[in-house]
């Protein structure tokens, strides 16, 4: 059972705003920056989103991040269909001494 | 760019030892600020962070594989390896090694799937 907590699903349709939701604890969101990846089937996680709210390169800014407290959430909007796969949460958790992963949210888009 | 590729047997008999090989491209590791990580998934679960290494040996590990796990680089040959003691099935997981600084990790080979079976 993961440290963090995500809901296992969201969906959208063309165009919607969909925000997935992130809740950790002390040592890991509370202390630490939020990093966010994407998974599509077969392939190995991209990173989307670090320290929070920063995009990495090529990412558009459809794609945003936040984090308040010990809870964290990615929000996409103008979603496309390409948009479609898992999403992870990742902060570092200072009692592990490494990153910690949430269960992920399959985002699908109708 | 960085490029990562992991390497090693795909299938591993139970109690015997898993030895991946992590090679690097477009960077070298012994140019520092860098950790280099293992990190694995089992099938429709989370990613599962394992470790980390930094070019000069120091070793990082997640506590509850803590007596089964060692880590190890060669800068000489731009890798870095796992190796995963008395494997069970529960160790059956796609393996990924990955480049981060500090509580970022940035980049991920590919991943290979390893099957721990008789």
């Known amino acids: 059972q993961s440290a963090l907590s995500q809901p296992p699903s969201a969906s959208g349709t063309p165009g919607q705003r969909v925000t997935i939701s992130c809740s950790g604890s002390?040592?890991?969101?509370?202390?630490?920056?939020v990093n966010w990846y994407q998974q599509l089937p077969g392939t190995a996680p991209k990173l989307l989103m670090y320290r929070n709210d920063q995009r990495t390169s090529g990412v558009p800014d459809r794609f945003s991040g936040s984090k308040s407290g010990t809870s964290a959430s990615l929000a996409i909007s103008g979603l496309q269909s390409e948009d479609e796969a898992i999403y992870y949460c990742a902060p570092w958790d200072d009692s592990l001494n490494g990153l910690v992963f949430g269960g992920g949210t399959k985002l699908t888009v109708l | 760019q960085v490029q990562l590729q992991e390497w090693g047997p795909r299938l591993v008999r139970p109690s015997e030892t898993l030895s991946l090989t992590c090679s690097v491209s477009?960077?070298?590791?012994?140019?520092?600020?860098?950790?280099w990580s293992w990190i694995r998934q089992h099938p429709g679960k989370g990613p599962e962070w394992l470790g980390y290494i930094y070019d000069n040996g120091s070793a990082f590990y997640r506590p509850s594989l803590k007596s089964r796990i060692t880590m190890s680089v060669d800068t000489s040959k731009n890798q870095f390896s796992l190796r995963l003691s008395s494997v069970i099935a529960a160790d059956t997981a796609v393996y990924f090694c990955a480049r981060g600084r500090g509580t970022v990790v940035d980049s991920w080979g590919q991943g290979t799937l390893v099957t721990v079976s008789s």
């Open positions: 002390g040592p890991n969101i509370g202390t630490n920056t």
């Open positions: 477009g960077v070298a590791i012994s140019s520092g600020g860098h950790h």
